[in-house]
């Protein structure tokens, strides 16, 4: 069965029982308009460009292309600053530009978990930022991880740093110094919940999980990372807890948030899952790339309330989302960014936050950018600051600087 979805004067657009796209072109220029989207689509997906839809089939003769789903429009809620963003990312990181960048080609993907852009006939292919810098620069990636259980009994959060090395998955030791144009490095934060002993055990299991899952996914696709990618293992993950609960009733009720950021080349992309967070620090701006799943966090994005106000909001801790096997698919948020030189990429369980405000960590890196400390020195003195202001909660923080 198929759905028309739209009967324009330059196409008609249809759904089919599986959910994917038939657009058939029509009126001035359909031979040229259909070419021209063929060809962004083919090299937005060489670019590895995730929020946009993936071309399955077409015709030259015909005028039609099959295309994947990318979800509902959203014109009528998006706001103009996110609508501009998208498209600014769609431009600096992919090399397109839009013809069109209204609301109007924007929609949301809930399978996908994020906005998508639509609608390429008229668009144009730039020089691709990715493959510009890939080809100048060789980045080089320093780090340094450390937990500290604060005055808990146990220490609920676990972290990993993973390498890939000629397809084998294995365990960074700290401080490693790793080409980001050889091989992908994946770091990632558990913050475990459930009680009773269940967080901790959590938190160890999604990171163990997490090696084991990176292991039995083709080569190609580490080395061709996505925002899909990273979706897949969030829900891979989700679902072995899931599993593991099944088996064993003792399990039941414990979780964990999640944080992992995977890097390649010259490519960041970030997922997470609760209130485990990645920052970016670039030109003296801290800037958080993740999304806390609390109504308390989505108040103050809003500017409903001011961070005095979020940090004594007595459901600040109530998270609408984490990996804890009650539900059959989790939706992180994710990010993407082109890396630069210098950059500080800080990963961090919820315990840092609960001790420093963000003006104090984005001075702590301020002045490890303009010191000749290690990222090994800023990274305990982010955790001993947090542990003077509030050494209730463990905390646990990964920090990678990327250098030419």
Same mark, same amino acid.
């Given at each position: 069965m198929i759905k028309p979805l739209k009967d324009g004067i330059r196409s008609i657009v249809k759904v089919d029982f599986q959910g994917n796209i038939h657009k058939t072109f029509r009126g001035t220029d359909r031979d040229k308009r259909h070419a021209n989207e063929v060809l962004v689509l083919q090299t937005l997906e060489a670019r590895n460009c995730p929020n946009v839809p993936r071309l399955l089939d077409y015709d030259n003769e015909g005028l039609w292309i099959l295309t994947t789903n990318c979800g509902r429009p959203v014109e009528a809620t998006i706001t103009r600053k996110k609508n501009d963003q998208l498209y600014k990312e769609l431009e600096e990181n992919y090399g397109i530009k839009h013809d069109d960048p209204e609301p109007r080609n924007i929609t949301y993907s809930q399978k996908l978990g994020c906005f998508c852009i639509i609608d390429f006939e008229l668009a144009e292919i730039l020089d691709s930022p990715q493959e510009e810098l890939t080809n100048a620069e060789t980045l080089n990636l320093n780090w340094f991880g450390y937990s500290d259980k604060g005055q808990k009994e146990n220490n609920e959060d676990s972290w990993r740093a993973l390498c890939s090395s000629q397809s084998i998955i294995r365990r960074s030791t700290l401080g490693e110094s #790793?080409?980001?144009?050889?091989?992908?490095f994946i770091a990632g934060i558990a913050d =475990?919940? =459930?009680g009773g002993g269940n967080g901790d055990l959590?938190? %160890?299991?999604?990171?163990?999980?997490?090696? #084991?899952?990176?292991?039995?996914?083709?080569?190609?696709?580490?080395?061709?990372?996505? %925002?899909?990618?990273?979706? !897949?293992?969030?829900?891979?993950?989700?679902?072995?807890?899931?599993g593991a609960q099944a088996a064993n009733d003792e399990l039941r =009720?414990? =979780?964990? +948030?999640?944080?992992?950021? @995977?890097? @390649? %080349?010259?490519?960041?992309?970030?997922?997470?899952?609760?209130?485990?967070?990645?920052?970016? @620090? !670039?030109?003296?701006?801290?800037t958080q790339l993740s999304e806390d799943h609390s109504f308390a966090w989505k108040q103050l994005k809003k500017g409903e309330i001011n961070e005095i106000a979020y940090r004594q909001h007595p459901r600040r801790s109530i998270l609408f989302s984490s990996i804890n096997g009650s539900q059959n698919h989790v939706y992180p948020s994710l990010s993407t960014i082109i890396l630069e030189p210098a950059d500080l990429i800080l990963i961090c369980s919820d315990g840092l936050i609960d001790g420093l405000w963000e003006k104090h960590i984005r001075q702590t890196l301020l002045d490890h950018m303009t010191s000749d400390n290690s990222v090994e020195d800023? +990274?305990?003195?982010?955790?001993?600051?947090? !542990?003077e202001a509030d050494p209730r909660d463990d905390c646990s923080v990964i920090l990678l600087e990327v250098e030419k």
């Open positions: #790793w080409n980001l144009c050889q091989a992908p =475990g919940m =459930g959590a938190s %160890k299991y999604l990171m163990d999980s997490l090696q #084991w899952e990176l292991s039995k996914i083709d080569s190609k696709y580490l080395e061709a990372p996505s %925002k899909d990618l990273l979706t !897949r293992i969030c829900n891979d993950l989700n679902s072995k807890l899931k =009720g414990m =979780g964990a +948030t999640l944080a992992l950021a @995977f890097l @390649f %080349k010259n490519q960041l992309i970030s997922a997470n899952i609760g209130d485990s967070r990645v920052y970016l @620090f !670039r030109n003296e701006t801290l800023t +990274t305990m003195q982010l955790i001993a600051k947090a !542990r």
